[in-house]
């Protein structure tokens, strides 16, 4: 088979690692950055330490409405395409990125594969859920990391077109944690001020479109923050830096120690020490249930509500009361309860679309 993959974000560049190093034990695939990250610490920084493979185009496009910037990469995608007449194309999650490679291969007759399928929110103003439902109905092949993901696809009518392979995330996390201890991560960012021990820090994201409209929510936030027993970690997405660094300094607080994004390494070592986590990323959500870290997520809608159980994973409204209540409810850990998969699913992933291709050779498409 020939795949072209496309990445352009984060949190894609994780799951294509997994999954690239599995599919090229037997496949071609072609790796196109849509160049929608592209600081060093957001981008190649992945590339490095997951030995992902050099990308073949980087066609970088970034920035902009979300209309300029899915437009302009339908239109570059689509060259690639034309040129490349790949099988597949392979997309992961539900960034502008994964919308405009799935569109452009649909509309050319391509067989698209969706990793993270199925994932809802109900919520249409976030604007993942528009490019995660247009995706999902222009796909060929549906892959869900969870069982919601494959009951939400069944009340859709595209169960005919789905799986359950469990989740790329997870894959990762398992075999990346341990591989940096909490002394090597680059505590230089976070020089002399850290008394910053394992299990005795928080660590924070936030970096939503619906939290980063004006101060309010980042300001509530780090008001619960400055109120916590130990020092909390916040690498900020660079969608925030402006005003993240401008309200800590306006307010002067002190108990949050602000630093650049870290590397995916140092992330999930950070998750694995953490005492909590308070996030608005769909990753560290699962990732703070992987490591059986209390979760606060700070979003009105439920993103894996795998992870909503037993006080795991709480949503709390961008208000310092309830952001400091949530933190301070009780979570239980039922050590049976494996919703994410067996740490395998990139060979599902590959599987799912080898059989694909044989029954539709088999059926002389
Ligand atoms: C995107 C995804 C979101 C995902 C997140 C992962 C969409 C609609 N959203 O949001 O689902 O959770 O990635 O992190 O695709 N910027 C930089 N340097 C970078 C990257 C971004 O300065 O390396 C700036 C951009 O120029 C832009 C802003 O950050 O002004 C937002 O970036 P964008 O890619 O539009 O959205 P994210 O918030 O990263
Ligand atoms: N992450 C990282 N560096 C950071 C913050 C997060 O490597 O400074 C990792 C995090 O551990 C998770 C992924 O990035 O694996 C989540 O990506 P992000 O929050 O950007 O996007 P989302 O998951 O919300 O789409």
Redesign the pocket.
Known sequence: MKVVTIV?????FIKAAVVSHILRKKHTEILVHTG????Y???QQFFEELAIPEADYNLGI???T?GK?TGRMLMAIEEVLQKEQPDWLLVY???????AGGLAAAKLHIPVCHVEAGARTYSRTN??EL?RICTDHIAALLLASTQSGMDCMEKEGLSERAALVGDPMYDAFLEYSGRTELTDIRLALLEGTLACVPDKYYYLTC???EN?RNDRTLLEIFRAMEQLDAPVLYPV???N?ERALRIKQEQAFHNLILTE?VGYLESICLVNHAEKIVTD???LQREAFFAEKKCITILDFVCWPETMVEGRNQLAKPVAEDILDKLGQPQRVVETYHPFGDGHSAEKIVKAMEVYQTKRGSEGL
């Open positions: 352009g974000a984060r949190p894609q929608q990250h592209y600081d610490n957001m981008s970034s920035g902009g979300h910037m999650g539900d960034t502008n990125s994964t919308l604007p993942e490019n970096h939503r479109e980063t997405h660079p969608r830096k994004p990323s769909g990753g």
